[in-house]
């Protein structure tokens, strides 16, 4: 009995690649050779010129591999995928480097500030899905959409020319269809919404969206094919095959719902009934399988049902096949991959009709069961996925590197750092300088004693002071800002070690597969490449300790002035109440040497304030200052550093001026306030209870002074974090996390082209690594338990 369980069906279908995109016209070597002849000096620019030349040609080479595709061997399409990246991470080197428009007429986005042209290309391609249409783009971001959309296509291209009968080279096509889709992914998210221009229907969203859904349906299809290779149990089959059919489904309604009509009609492809056909085909391989394991549990009436559910969804593709291949009034759609779905159709037919002649055949002679009213149910396991796509990186070594040197950078950078340590110090010695006069008119009773003197209590102008500190919130806001201000400190440090962290850490990793692969290791050592890195984090980390220490200071003074900044928080009435009274004899009126000292007081004030003004101009001049501008004309005009460096100091010469004209005149002011002020008190009569009342009124301008001076640096120091984590560590992080994202892609490659090198010799210690998992495709093991069959890598992923 049970004869017909040797009868097999498996998938004999095709998988289908995208349509390539053909690449026409460029302008690119002769924009970009243009570009640098007007803006450098010729004898400068001859390796520039050539690694332009040399990438134009390549483009050439791509495209003239692209027209040959259909012909190209899976070595000469992997070379066409190392290609279409070296010339994707080109124009991301351009991009990097240069001023590029957009347009014809717009300015681009630089990172080059010596720019003072821009670049324009013209780019030319064709509509994958209509050949024949070809357009033009002026947009840099468009070719490189058009790039990332072919080295997709040619990834689906190698995927279907690996041999479906070996499982090895099954998962290899399996990881290429998880690839392609996942460059879509990346396409669709990264890239095309950057793209200004009009775009082609190719790269619309919903399109892309469509071919990716379709290559994680070709790719769930090879873990159909990887399952059947290595016969697992008819059960999982049929999960995985239904998972295949849901697969198809999702890509069916993106293209009913998503895809411009117009466009599936204009091509040379039937996609929504080849997709609709993949869908019923599958569908009915899943109802297959699942008699296969009806019978291995001898439910032969649900064996039966799941045959004629099977040949149900066979007769709808089969109905399908007759519009799949009409063209119209212009013929037939000719594919291999229609030829192949049809074969399969048939296949799977015949092995569907002999499975049910014997089957009812069996059960009309011995078990007499009745078909069910439904079928079991099945559930659908989809375990094909898209794979993340790193990003090729700019070419750090590229010869236009050349045209700005690095030593220039170095030195830019080093002159705005002795300028801002030089504003900076600056900035230090001013609240210095204003803490002493303080101090000195503390002692000399100002202007408490004066303040002492006005009216029976606190006057309409310190309570104005007052009332502006108090509406701010007092204590509790200098406490807040201060709490802000260490938590953005504590968020500052996190991000700088996060970026040191990320670099030490992928350099200790280089440095073990270096040690590990010997001469095989030939990419770049990570020591030389994180050199700009380490000096930008140096600098910051001196700005972050600086910071640190300022910190800590206005902590300190925090706790000192605790007692006369509580004390400014108490309303007009309470303060009048604690302040200590004073003789009716020793109120007398103001005289002329009290006025002219209350004067020369309000003077001191205002040049105070001034200083302070003057020194956010200068650094705001510090911004604003194009020092690479400047090394870069000097060099050009043989110009000694020494006088390039003196040049860029003596711009901030106008601000240091204006605030030696200050510093002499509130020295000046300084002095005659001390003697009107030992003058006046010569004058005035000696009573205790006055001097408690000065000393009373010197604590309130204590706190005033705390209050304000501490809230405006918690302040400048709020900003500053700010501007530090957004100006600079941000940016560094960044920029650190894409060079190891993509040096992580360079070390894929290079593990990926040693295993194919160690497998080509014959090296015995490939065995050795494979066995590790480190670089070669994980061998697939079958674990079987009762009832459950689990398909596993030896890393312990389903696949």
Same mark, same amino acid.
């Given at each position: 009995l049970k004869l017909r369980t040797?009868?097999?069906?498996?998938?004999?279908?095709?998988?289908? /690649?995208?349509?390539?995109? !053909?690449?026409?016209?460029?302008?690119?070597?002769?924009?970009?050779?243009?570009?640098?002849?007007?803006?450098?000096?010729?004898?400068?620019?001859?390796? @520039?010129?050539?690694?332009?030349?040399?990438?134009? !040609?390549?483009?050439?080479?791509?495209?003239k591999e692209l027209r040959k595709s259909a012909k190209l061997t899976i070595d000469k399409l992997e070379n066409a995928v190392a290609l279409a990246e070296s010339y994707y991470a080109y124009l991301r080197t351009l991009q990097s480097r240069f001023r590029i428009s957009s347009s014809r007429g717009a300015w681009g986005d630089s990172f080059n500030p010596f720019a003072k042209t821009v670049i324009r290309f013209v780019f030319s391609w064709t509509n994958s899905f209509i050949p024949t249409n070809r357009y033009v783009t002026y947009d840099i971001e468009h070719e490189k959409a058009n790039v990332l959309f072919t080295v997709a296509a040619l990834q689906s291209h190698i995927a279907i020319r690996f041999d479906r009968k070996d499982l090895t080279e099954v998962k290899k096509a399996l990881h290429l269809f998880q690839g392609?889709?996942?460059?879509?992914?990346?396409?669709?998210?990264?890239?095309?919404?950057?793209?200004?221009?009009?775009?082609?229907?190719?790269?619309?969203?919903?399109?892309?969206?469509?071919?990716?859904?379709?290559?994680?349906?070709?790719?769930?299809?090879?873990?159909?094919?990887?399952?059947?290779?290595?016969?697992?149990?008819?059960?999982?089959?049929?999960?995985?095959?239904?998972?295949?059919?849901?697969?198809?489904?999702?890509?069916?309604?993106?293209?009913?719902?998503?895809?411009?009509? +117009?466009?599936?009609?204009?091509?040379?492809?039937?996609?929504?009934?080849?997709?609709?056909?993949?869908?019923?085909?599958?569908?009915?391989?899943?109802?297959?399988?699942?008699?296969?394991?009806?019978?291995?549990?001898?439910?032969? /009436?649900?064996?039966?049902?799941?045959?004629?559910?099977?040949?149900?969804?066979?007769?709808k593709?089969?109905?399908?096949?007759?519009?799949?291949?009409?063209?119209?009034?212009?013929?037939?759609?000719?594919?291999?991959?229609?030829?192949?779905?049809? /074969?399969?159709?048939?296949?799977?037919?015949? !092995?569907?009709?002999?499975?049910?002649?014997? @089957?009812?055949?069996?059960?009309?002679?011995?078990?007499?069961?009745?078909?069910?009213?439904?079928?079991?149910?099945?559930? !659908?396991?989809?375990? @094909?996925?898209?794979?993340?796509?790193?990003?090729?990186?700019?070419?750090?070594?590229?010869?236009?590197?050349?045209?700005?040197?690095?030593?220039?950078?170095?030195?830019?950078?080093?002159?705005?750092?002795?300028?801002? +340590?030089?504003?900076?110090?600056?900035?230090?010695?001013?609240?210095?300088?204003?803490?002493?006069?303080?101090?000195?008119?503390?002692?000399?009773?100002?202007?408490?004693?004066?303040?002492?003197?006005?009216?029976?209590?606190?006057?309409?102008?310190?309570?104005v002071r007052i009332t502006k500190v108090q509406a701010k919130g007092g204590i509790e806001h200098v406490d807040e800002l201060l709490k802000r201000v260490l938590a953005a400190q504590d968020k500052a440090w996190e991000i700088f070690n996060a970026a040191r962290g990320a670099l030490i850490q992928e350099q200790q990793d280089d440095e073990e597969l270096r040690k590990k692969f /010997?001469?095989?290791?030939?990419?770049?050592?990570?020591?030389?490449?994180?050199?700009?890195?380490n000096t930008q984090l140096e600098l910051v980390e001196g700005y972050l300790k600086r910071a640190a220490a300022a910190d800590e200071k206005l902590s300190l003074k925090r706790k000192h002035e605790d007692e006369s900044m509580k004390l400014i928080l108490l309303n007009r009435g309470e303060l009048e109440g604690k302040l200590p009274k004073v003789s009716q004899e020793s109120k007398i009126e103001e005289s002329e040497e009290e006025k002219s000292l209350r004067a020369d007081l309000s003077k001191l004030s205002k040049i105070i304030e001034a200083r302070g003004k003057i020194l956010e101009l200068a650094n705001q001049k510090l911004e604003e200052q194009e020092v690479e501008a400047i090394l870069l004309t000097s060099e050009q005009k043989k110009i000694s550093k020494a006088e390039t460096k003196m040049t860029i100091m003596s711009e901030f010469d106008p601000y240091f001026d204006k605030l030696k004209k200050i510093d002499d005149l509130q020295n000046t002011l300084l002095a005659e306030i001390g003697t009107k002020n030992d003058a006046w008190k010569k004058s005035v009569k000696d009573d205790p209870q006055m001097k408690k009342r000065s000393e009373f009124f010197g604590k309130i301008n204590s706190g005033l002074e705390a209050h304000e001076s501490i809230s405006?640096?918690? @302040?400048?120091?709020?900003?500053?974090?700010?501007?530090?984590?957004?100006?600079?560590?941000?940016?560094?992080? +960044?920029?650190?996390?894409?060079?190891?994202?993509?040096?992580?892609?360079?070390?894929?490659?290079? &593990?990926?082209?040693?295993?194919?090198?160690?497998?080509?010799?014959?090296?015995?210690?490939?065995?050795?690594?494979?066995?590790?998992?480190?670089?070669? &495709?994980?061998?697939?093991a079958v674990t079987v338990e009762p009832q459950v069959v689990t398909v596993t890598n030896v890393q312990g992923r389903i696949i």
């Open positions: 040797k009868i097999e069906a498996s998938s004999n279908m095709l998988p289908i /690649g995208l349509k390539f995109k !053909a690449q026409e016209t460029s302008s690119l070597s002769l924009s970009v050779i243009k570009y640098i002849k007007a803006t450098y000096k010729k004898e400068d620019t001859k390796d @520039a010129q050539r690694y332009a030349q040399g990438k134009y !040609a390549d483009r050439e080479t791509l495209h392609s889709a996942g460059i879509l992914d990346f396409l669709s998210v990264q890239v095309s919404k950057k793209v200004l221009t009009p775009k082609s229907a190719d790269l619309n969203g919903k399109v892309i969206g469509f071919l990716k859904e379709l290559m994680i349906s070709q790719a769930q299809a090879l873990v159909f094919e990887a399952c059947m290779l290595q016969k697992v149990d008819p059960k999982l089959l049929s999960s995985v095959a239904l998972g295949v059919a849901k697969c198809y489904e999702k890509t069916l309604g993106m293209g009913e719902y998503g895809v411009p009509s +117009q466009l599936f009609s204009r091509c040379n492809f039937p996609w929504k009934r080849y997709v609709r056909h993949n869908m019923k085909l599958w569908t009915a391989t899943s109802y297959y399988h699942l008699s296969r394991d009806c019978l291995k549990e001898d439910e032969y /009436g649900m064996e039966l049902l799941a045959l004629k559910l099977a040949l149900n969804e066979l007769k593709a089969q109905a399908i096949e007759k519009d799949m291949r009409n063209q119209g009034f212009f013929g037939k759609y000719k594919h291999p991959a229609l030829d192949a779905l049809e /074969g399969a159709t048939k296949i799977l037919e015949k !092995a569907l009709i002999k499975r049910q002649k014997v @089957a009812l055949k069996e059960n009309e002679a011995i078990y007499h069961e009745r078909l069910p009213k439904s079928v079991r149910k099945v559930e !659908a396991k989809i375990l @094909a996925k898209p794979s993340a796509y790193a990003e090729p990186p700019s070419d750090e070594n590229n010869p236009f590197n050349k045209l700005i040197p690095a030593k220039i950078q170095a030195e830019a950078a080093q002159y705005k750092q002795e300028a801002k +340590q030089m504003l900076d110090k600056k900035k230090d010695d001013t609240k210095l300088q204003d803490e002493k006069i303080r101090e000195e008119l503390a002692e000399k009773g100002l202007p408490g004693s004066l303040e002492a003197r006005e009216g029976k209590g606190i006057s309409d102008n310190l309570w /010997g001469g095989r290791w030939t990419r770049l050592p990570s020591n030389g490449l994180v050199v700009n890195f405006s640096n918690l @302040a400048q120091g709020l900003k500053f974090y700010g501007d530090c984590m957004n100006q600079y560590l941000n940016p560094i992080h +960044q920029k650190v996390n894409d060079f190891v994202v993509a040096r992580g892609h360079e070390k894929k490659m290079y &593990m990926e082209q040693i295993t194919r090198s160690l497998a080509q010799s014959g090296i015995s210690e490939s065995k050795s690594m494979e066995s590790k998992g480190l670089y070669s &495709m994980p061998t697939a």
